[in-house]
């Protein structure tokens, strides 16, 4: 599956921002999906993933209460809502694939596609 992140963008501390990651072809529903971000010289870090069906979710401690991550499988397309955002925050966010999944398994890692990644820079 080929997987295209869009929405990133400057937002000033307190605001929100909603990424998108479109995915290619029509077997969408059959992936668990996962979003994580990498700040400069720091590893790429789970953000929060979400199963197959969107009936199971997980959060990074840093973002719950915060962020909400979603799909829609008829539009192949997965989504972060980030609210109360933070300055540390600010990093390239990344959305991933997993074509081994559960229908109920929200993963942390075992991710096999990537997509291009979508800088979030958040002001003081």
């Known amino acids: 599956v080929q997987l295209q992140a869009s929405g990133g963008g400057l937002v000033q501390a307190g605001g929100s921002l909603r990424l998108s990651c479109a995915a290619s072809?029509?077997?969408?529903?059959?992936?668990?999906m996962g979003w994580f971000r990498q700040a400069p010289g720091k590893e790429r870090d789970i953000v929060a993933a979400?199963?197959?069906?969107?009936?199971?979710?997980y959060y990074a401690d840093s973002v719950k209460g915060r962020f909400t991550i979603s799909r829609d499988n008829a539009k192949n397309t997965a989504y972060l809502q980030m609210n109360s955002l933070e300055p540390e925050d600010t990093a390239v966010y990344y959305c991933?694939?997993?074509?081994?999944?559960?229908?109920?398994?929200?993963?942390?890692?075992?991710?096999?596609?990537w997509g291009q990644g979508t800088q979030v820079t958040v002001s003081s």
């Open positions: 991933a694939a997993r074509g081994n999944a559960t229908s109920s398994g929200a993963y942390l890692g075992g991710y096999d596609s």
């Open positions: 072809g029509r077997t969408f529903s059959r992936y668990g």
């Open positions: 979400i199963s197959r069906s969107g009936g199971n979710t």
